[in-house]
């Protein structure tokens, strides 16, 4: 997984597997760690679709994700970093 931060503090988490079977996701964060849009990729095509909020437990589990990150997301704008896992 990659992250990235934005100058405003939200942040965004780039090739997030295992949420969505044979996928990557994409999703942007505030900075306070909500959730504010997340689409994804099927790993062997090049089709990107939005996940909308029909997908419930998909965004729910990307929004603990969040508030999982939003830490190391201050601690990387203090510090000038960005990560990848």
């Given at each position: 997984?990659?992250?990235?931060?934005?100058?405003?503090?939200?942040?965004?988490?780039?090739?997030?597997?295992?949420?969505?079977?044979?996928?990557?996701?994409?999703?942007?964060?505030?900075?306070?760690?909500?959730?504010?849009?997340?689409?994804?990729?099927?790993?062997?095509?090049?089709?990107?679709?939005?996940?909308?909020?029909r997908?419930?437990?998909?965004?729910e589990?990307?929004?603990?994700?969040g508030?999982?990150?939003?830490?190391?997301?201050?601690?990387?704008?203090?510090?000038?970093?960005?990560?990848?896992?």
């Amino acid at each position: 997984m990659q992250m990235f931060t934005f100058q405003d503090g939200g942040f965004v988490l780039h090739k997030i597997a295992g949420v969505i079977h044979g996928a990557n996701i994409s999703a942007w964060y505030s900075p306070d760690g909500a959730l504010l849009n997340a689409e994804y990729r099927i790993v062997r095509g090049n089709t990107v679709r939005p996940i909308p909020a029909r997908m419930r437990l998909v965004r729910e589990e990307l929004q603990r994700k969040g508030a999982l990150h939003k830490q190391i997301v201050a601690n990387s704008i203090n510090n000038g970093l960005t990560f990848e896992e």
